[in-house]
């Protein structure tokens, strides 16, 4: 199956100098597995839902219709967004209509969450460099059954740095979504429907989609292409590494972004081990394989079939004017610990919660939307501890990190950059120093595993 490229959304108006854009999230048919269709949740009703393309300094609004039956909640992952517009998880925009039996005053639920209904709009002021960030249902306890389900897409930010490079664009510039997903005989998604507690460690799939397509093929120039690599799995991990057939170079990945941006240089990486919610931007030189070979992507953190991902296959020449300058950004800056800045120590573990039961935690406290875990004031940096008894992908809103140690170990390389997800891996410590700039206000972290995150394994940050 050829590797589909997600559609990219346009503005439907301008509004005092802004572009306004409209998606819908309404169900969906699509051909996803060979013979079979299967019902999508999506934005536009298609899965991804359109990428969006935006530019830095160029505010835009995107107002959401909400066409399913169950209420839902949008969150701008990696945005710097002022907090009505973050996709707080009780921040319900409820349905147009409700599912048989289910009433307005039932999905609004007792959080104290700012509802709407049909509609809402979404202010993203763009006041961050670029990036690729990607949108998602952020639904308080839901979260993982309806981003399972479709809702979900790419963000692209561009800027005037960026455009200065001569890296590959256009067709050469690819969003790659990784995720797994399950099946029924009939085509339609297979999701547990029984409580969270039976499958505390997270939900796997047997089906390995990129972009929606089960094991594609992408087919290829002889040059050098930009893929942005994200992994918008529920729980899987991923150790990505490329095995070239037919000769040439040993494949590699060149990293030239992280999830808050360009690196300041580019570094060539074997493999590249990506965690629900990261990004990695890198460059794959077709060039230094001979037409008619294939390069596989694959997962060595899986086996058997889901060890495989996609494909490439380089079929024709072609004359290639990019190249990868040796250095990248110019305005990155290594952040420098200044004496006496807080210390905060946030440990994600489950936790015993009675009756043989066990519930996800941070510091040893389920979410509640009255509990702030941290008051950070905004412009300052902190040094936060992240600690697990289990593999966590840390996400904080609204700021953007670098981390700094992995134990008592410097961090891997391809750790470098901004970064606003983190894997923890069992029983480490991980250290980063925490910027917080945008907006006061209330925002939150949170694991990103999104059964962990319907199992409440979220906290308040309340930036002062």
Not at 82 to 88: A, F, T, V
Not at 98 to 112: E, K
Not at 161 to 187: A, I, T, W
């Amino acid at each position: 199956m050829p590797l589909p490229i997600p559609p990219t959304a346009r503005p439907v108006r301008t509004e005092h100098g802004t572009d306004v854009y409209e998606l819908e999230q309404r169900e969906g048919r699509m051909n996803i597995l060979p013979g079979l269709t299967t019902t999508v949740w999506g934005y536009d009703g298609i899965f991804p839902g359109p990428t969006i393309a935006a530019r830095s300094g160029h505010p835009l609004k995107v107002r959401v219709h909400n066409n399913l039956t169950v209420p839902t909640v949008t969150h701008l992952h990696g945005g710097v967004t002022p907090p009505e517009s973050d996709g707080y998880p009780t921040d319900l925009l409820l349905p147009t209509r409700c599912a048989p039996g289910q009433t307005r005053d039932h999905t609004m639920g007792a959080h104290g969450g700012n509802t709407t209904t049909a509609y809402r709009t979404y202010d993203y002021p763009m006041v961050q460099q670029a990036a690729t960030l990607w949108y998602h249902d952020h639904r308080m306890d839901h979260s993982a059954p309806q981003v399972w389900r479709g809702l979900a897409g790419f963000f692209l930010i561009t800027d005037q740095e960026e455009d200065q490079l001569p890296l590959p664009r256009g067709e050469r510039d690819v969003p790659v979504m990784l995720c797994d997903r399950s099946f029924n005989e009939d085509g339609s998604f297979s999701y547990p429907e029984h409580a969270h507690d039976h499958f505390p460690d997270g939900v796997l799939g047997d089906v390995q989609l990129v972009n929606g397509a089960p094991w594609p093929v992408m087919e290829v120039a002889a040059c050098r292409f930009r893929l942005r690599l994200l992994n918008g799995s529920n729980t899987r991990r991923y150790q990505l590494r490329l095995d070239a057939e037919g000769g040439g170079e040993h494949a590699r990945f060149i990293q030239i972004g992280s999830d808050g941006g360009l690196l300041p240089a580019p570094q060539r990486l074997d493999t590249i081990d990506i965690a629900p919610g990261e990004r990695f931007d890198v460059i794959i030189d077709f060039a230094a394989h001979p037409v008619g070979s294939r390069i596989r992507l694959r997962n060595l953190a899986a086996d058997g079939r889901m060890r495989e991902i996609m494909r490439f296959d380089v079929v024709r020449a072609a004359r290639d004017t990019t190249r990868i300058p040796t250095r990248l950004s110019t305005g990155y800056e290594d952040l420098a610990p200044a004496a006496g800045i807080p210390v905060r120590t946030f440990d994600f573990r489950r936790t015993p919660a009675g009756d043989d039961q066990q519930m996800w935690t941070i510091n040893g406290k389920p979410f509640h939307p009255d509990t702030v875990l941290a008051r950070p004031r905004l412009g300052s940096v902190e040094r936060w501890r992240f600690s697990s008894d289990f593999h966590h992908p840390v996400h904080v809103h609204l700021a953007q990190f670098q981390v700094t140690a992995r134990g008592s170990r410097p961090p891997a390389a391809k750790e470098a950059g901004w970064k606003d997800t983190v894997d923890v891996r069992p029983y480490e410590t991980v250290e980063a120093l925490v910027r917080f700039t945008g907006y006061k206000g209330r925002y939150m972290i949170h694991c990103h595993n999104l059964e962990h995150e319907d199992m409440a394994m979220m906290g308040n940050i309340q930036v002062a």
